[in-house]
Protein backbone atom coordinates (compact mmCIF):
# COMPACT_ATOMS: atom_id res chain seq x y z
CA UNK A 1 0.00 0.00 0.00
CA UNK A 2 1.00 3.36 -0.61
CA UNK A 3 1.37 6.23 1.84
CA UNK A 4 1.89 9.83 2.22
CA UNK A 5 3.29 11.63 5.13
CA UNK A 6 1.59 14.94 5.49
CA UNK A 7 3.04 17.91 7.80
CA UNK A 8 0.59 19.20 10.69
CA UNK A 9 0.92 21.80 12.87
CA UNK A 10 -0.67 20.91 16.89
CA UNK A 11 -2.13 23.70 17.96
CA UNK A 12 -4.49 21.77 20.64
CA UNK A 13 -5.26 18.48 22.39
CA UNK A 14 -7.72 17.57 23.96
CA UNK A 15 -5.24 14.56 25.15
CA UNK A 16 -1.73 15.70 25.38
CA UNK A 17 -0.25 12.53 24.39
CA UNK A 18 0.48 13.44 20.64
CA UNK A 19 0.81 16.86 20.67
CA UNK A 20 4.74 16.51 19.72
CA UNK A 21 3.98 14.86 16.23
CA UNK A 22 4.59 16.98 12.91
CA UNK A 23 2.98 14.56 10.38
CA UNK A 24 0.23 12.42 9.80
CA UNK A 25 0.40 9.26 7.60
CA UNK A 26 -3.02 9.08 5.06
CA UNK A 27 -3.09 6.03 2.17
CA UNK A 28 -2.31 7.41 -1.05
CA UNK A 29 0.58 8.70 -2.89
CA UNK A 30 1.44 10.37 -6.34
CA UNK A 31 5.02 10.20 -7.81
CA UNK A 32 5.69 11.52 -11.65
CA UNK A 33 3.84 8.69 -13.27
CA UNK A 34 1.44 7.61 -10.66
CA UNK A 35 -1.43 8.78 -8.31
CA UNK A 36 -2.75 6.55 -6.02
CA UNK A 37 -6.01 7.23 -4.12
CA UNK A 38 -7.94 5.45 -1.83
CA UNK A 39 -11.18 5.77 -0.99
CA UNK A 40 -12.27 7.81 2.74
CA UNK A 41 -8.68 9.17 2.33
CA UNK A 42 -8.84 12.94 3.84
CA UNK A 43 -8.48 15.81 0.60
CA UNK A 44 -6.06 18.60 2.71
CA UNK A 45 -4.87 21.50 1.14
CA UNK A 46 -2.06 23.57 2.40
CA UNK A 47 -3.46 25.95 4.75
CA UNK A 48 -6.38 23.50 5.65
CA UNK A 49 -7.36 23.86 9.80
CA UNK A 50 -8.82 20.63 10.63
CA UNK A 51 -9.56 18.22 13.85
CA UNK A 52 -7.99 15.13 13.94
CA UNK A 53 -8.61 12.04 15.46
CA UNK A 54 -5.41 10.41 15.63
CA UNK A 55 -3.82 7.05 16.45
CA UNK A 56 -0.47 5.74 16.64
CA UNK A 57 0.48 2.84 13.95
CA UNK A 58 1.39 -0.24 15.86
CA UNK A 59 5.12 -0.07 14.85
CA UNK A 60 5.50 3.50 17.17
CA UNK A 61 6.66 5.78 14.52
CA UNK A 62 4.12 7.12 12.54
CA UNK A 63 1.05 8.68 13.21
CA UNK A 64 -2.50 8.38 11.27
CA UNK A 65 -5.85 9.37 11.62
CA UNK A 66 -8.89 7.26 13.11
CA UNK A 67 -11.68 6.49 10.19
CA UNK A 68 -9.69 8.86 7.26
CA UNK A 69 -12.73 10.53 6.50
CA UNK A 70 -14.40 10.33 9.50
CA UNK A 71 -11.68 11.31 12.19
CA UNK A 72 -11.35 14.30 10.10
CA UNK A 73 -13.37 17.96 11.11
CA UNK A 74 -13.16 21.02 8.78
CA UNK A 75 -13.07 24.19 10.45
CA UNK A 76 -14.57 27.53 8.56
CA UNK A 77 -14.73 30.77 9.52
CA UNK A 78 -18.85 31.44 9.89
CA UNK A 79 -20.49 34.19 8.73
CA UNK A 80 -21.25 34.91 12.46
CA UNK A 81 -17.20 35.59 12.97
CA UNK A 82 -17.45 32.23 15.15
CA UNK A 83 -15.02 29.49 13.73
CA UNK A 84 -17.41 25.91 13.08
CA UNK A 85 -16.47 22.36 12.82
CA UNK A 86 -17.93 19.76 10.16
CA UNK A 87 -17.47 16.33 9.95
CA UNK A 88 -19.27 13.05 10.62
CA UNK A 89 -20.52 14.12 14.05
CA UNK A 90 -20.49 17.84 13.20
CA UNK A 91 -22.66 19.90 10.67
CA UNK A 92 -21.21 23.83 11.27
CA UNK A 93 -20.86 23.43 14.82
CA UNK A 94 -19.19 26.19 16.40
CA UNK A 95 -15.34 25.36 17.94
CA UNK A 96 -16.75 26.30 21.83
CA UNK A 97 -19.62 23.46 21.72
CA UNK A 98 -17.79 20.80 19.53
CA UNK A 99 -14.94 21.17 22.56
CA UNK A 100 -17.84 20.72 25.15
CA UNK A 101 -19.11 17.70 23.88
CA UNK A 102 -15.45 16.32 23.21
CA UNK A 103 -14.28 16.80 27.15
CA UNK A 104 -17.60 15.21 28.03
CA UNK A 105 -17.44 12.24 25.98
CA UNK A 106 -13.56 11.63 27.02
CA UNK A 107 -14.66 12.24 30.70
CA UNK A 108 -17.63 9.61 30.69
CA UNK A 109 -15.22 6.96 28.29
CA UNK A 110 -12.69 8.06 30.53
CA UNK A 111 -14.67 7.40 34.04
CA UNK A 112 -16.36 4.02 32.32
CA UNK A 113 -12.43 2.69 31.75
CA UNK A 114 -11.90 2.51 35.95
Known amino acids: MAYT ?4 Q ?7 VLT ?9 AQDADHLVVFDRTPR ?3 GDD ?10 GHQTAVLGLDEGTYRVRL ?5 L ?3 GVEADDTPVSEFE ?3 LAEWMTDDEDQH
Open 5 to 8: DVGI
Open 20 to 28: DISSVQLPG
Open 84 to 86: RVS
Open 78 to 82: GDDGA
Open 44 to 46: LVV
Open 100 to 102: DEL
Open 10 to 16: VSWALKD
Open 50 to 59: VVFFLRSIPD
